[in-house]
């Protein structure tokens, strides 16, 4: 029974909460880093070639160059955390949730009381998973967008690229980021771990994930989301969470390039132009934040045994302070 209920755990993240807060995230990331407009100016100015100075042009592409990069970087980093943090929300609501169950059917033969998680509460907790998509990313791409600033500002849009110099330079980027941020947990929960009230009263996430049905009285519902915060907090600022993330990064930017290896067709021994890079670069940033349906970057981070074994970690421990 036990196992059952924590592989159930595991499909409401990949089919229900998921795919309900996506869609946000992917708005969220395209409106603040929307390339359409520099797109359209390069269009004008090569169907005029006297809209724009020479000069107007190369600062056209600079942006281009940096804003393509960051998006897609923006995505393959967002989904990963949001779909980490989303795993952790369930499996500890999960276990809670489970243990009231047995716990409830022990008390009521015993003819005692005892009060459970009430629905309240788990809609609070879970609308969380709201953050990122609407607040957290504002953050994640300031930040990102600086670290690509600081190293593509030096690369030249003729430059040639073979698929391992374009590894090596999302791999640049993601250290020089690494270098200049806190711990990941700032974009994925509020500071004060107090949600702001547009998001507690209209969250997709909270209405998809129903873990149980019952609504005892919810008197104690601060009480008891207080100790689910605190435990998901506890993860998420562990080892064991840094050592998980740091694997997903790694399996999304490999299916990342797996991808882009595809427009070196005929091109592997002499590169492409990274001005010639950016189409396919920016369209990924799109590919990442699909449906998880049809998603197979979440696929992917859903069969990674690092993924699997923490999952089962979280859901079997105690407190979150199992972990280190």
Request: with cysteine; charged share 25%.
């Amino acid at each position: 029974m036990l196992q059952s209920h924590f592989e159930s755990i595991q499909r409401i993240s990949d089919s229900t909460t998921l795919p309900s807060v996506l869609p946000h995230l992917k708005a969220r990331l395209f409106e603040l880093v929307n390339l359409s407009g520099l797109t359209e100016k390069l269009m004008t100015g090569k169907e005029d070639p006297q809209a724009l100075s020479s000069k107007e042009k190369l600062q056209l592409w600079q942006e281009l160059k940096v804003l393509s990069f960051t998006r897609t970087l923006c995505a393959m980093w967002s989904v990963t955390l949001l779909d980490l943090f989303i795993r952790t929300q369930l499996n500890i609501l999960g276990r809670h949730v489970y243990i009231d169950t047995a716990r409830d059917m022990s008390v009521a033969k015993a003819g005692e009381l005892y009060k459970p998680l009430s629905m309240s509460c788990q809609h609070k907790f879970i609308a969380f998973a709201d953050y990122l998509p609407h607040k957290g990313v504002d953050g994640l791409i300031r930040d990102v967008h600086t670290s690509v600033e600081s190293v593509m500002k030096s690369k030249s849009l003729k430059e040639a690229y073979r698929i391992s110099h374009l590894r090596d330079l999302f791999l640049h980027i993601q250290q020089s980021f690494q270098e200049n941020q806190e711990r990941w947990v700032q974009y994925v929960l509020p500071e004060d771990n107090i949600l702001p009230d547009d998001l507690a009263a209209a969250s997709s996430a909270a209405d998809a994930a129903r873990l149980s049905m019952s609504e005892p009285s919810a008197a104690d519902d601060a009480e008891k989301l207080e100790q689910l915060m605190f435990e998901t907090r506890n993860v998420l600022t562990s080892n064991e969470f840094a050592d998980v993330l740091g694997a997903s990064l790694d399996a999304v930017l490999e299916a990342v390039l797996e991808d882009l290896s595809e427009i070196y067709r005929g091109n592997l021994d002499t590169g492409i132009p990274l001005a010639k890079l950016l189409p396919p670069v920016a369209s990924t940033g799109s590919t990442l934040l699909e449906h998880p349906d049809e998603n197979r970057y979440i696929q992917i981070l859903a069969q990674l045994p690092q993924v699997q074994s923490f999952c089962a970690l979280v859901y079997s421990s105690s407190t979150g302070e199992d972990l280190g």
